[in-house]
């Protein structure tokens, strides 16, 4: 009889929903991943509402970096609890994650969507803006790009994140141009100028740009610039004959 009674028993806690998100609970706590993802699928497959599932579940896969998984889960969290700050800041987490991996792994379409859908959550979020233009630059949407960068810098207050949206002008500026798309390098590599006015490379690079361009005059100056900060600048001798 007794033998009966726990087996009624376990069978009921495997059926209750929240016994097993109490169980994925603490097994997501002892780094135990895929056994709680297997308590927490059950869970949800029971109850699709259960938004605590969903958002263990999206901890879950954020340990074993699967984003795409993880986004989705945290996303179905957001969705049915969007007021609960935990929960906001899962879903921020994964789509910060998962962009930032997308872009390591070249999947610039996917980690622009992630990004973007970040910095409709967090629009003052440096950090957003940042990804957004690294993810623009990838996919060769260098005025997008600009944007990004350029709203990045405007939003960080402390500057904790500028050295990055510098660096994403510059190198965005720089791959516009050896790409051939010089009049797409222009605005990267004046913004990054005006921001940042004592980097010589940066001057150079803007040089070149605008004489690919056909402006000439705007050329020499910026060469000028250039070999103010640094008269051994590489190359310069030889842009420079290339003046009108």
């Given at each position: 009889m007794a033998a009966a009674t726990g087996g009624c028993a376990w069978i009921g806690s495997a059926d209750n929903p929240e016994a097993l998100v109490r169980d994925g609970r603490d097994l997501y706590l002892a780094?135990?991943?895929d056994e709680a993802i297997v308590k927490l699928e059950r869970a949800t497959a029971l109850d699709a509402s259960s938004w605590t599932a969903?958002?263990?579940?999206a901890r879950c896969y954020m340990a074993k970096e699967n984003w795409t998984v993880a986004i989705a889960e945290a996303?179905?969290?957001?969705?049915?609890?969007?007021?609960?700050?935990?929960?906001?800041?899962?879903?921020s987490a994964a789509l910060l994650g998962g962009g930032a991996a997308a872009v390591h792994t070249e999947r610039f379409t996917l980690a622009i969507a992630d990004f973007s859908e970040y910095v409709s959550l967090h629009p003052n979020?440096?950090?957003?803006?940042?990804?957004?233009?690294?993810?623009?630059?990838?996919?060769?949407?260098?005025a997008s790009a600009l944007g990004a960068f350029t709203r990045g810098i405007e939003n960080d207050r402390i500057g904790s994140v500028k050295p990055d949206l510098l660096r994403g002008l510059l190198d965005g500026g720089t791959r516009a141009l050896r790409g051939g798309e010089a009049k797409e390098a222009?605005?990267?590599?004046?913004?990054?100028?005006?921001?940042?006015?004592?980097?010589a490379v940066a001057y150079a690079a803007l040089a070149r740009a605008l004489l690919e361009t056909g402006h000439g005059a705007n050329a020499r100056e910026a060469l000028n610039h250039a070999l103010q900060l640094d008269p051994r600048l590489p190359d310069a001798a030889a842009l420079r004959r290339e003046l009108p």
């Open positions: 780094r135990r991943y969903h958002l263990y579940l996303r179905l969290a957001y969705e049915a609890q969007p007021d609960g700050e935990e929960v906001e800041e899962v879903f979020d440096a950090r957003g803006f940042l990804g957004l233009g690294q993810a623009d630059v990838g996919a060769g949407h260098y222009v605005p990267l590599l004046q913004h990054y100028v005006q921001v940042n006015p004592t980097n």
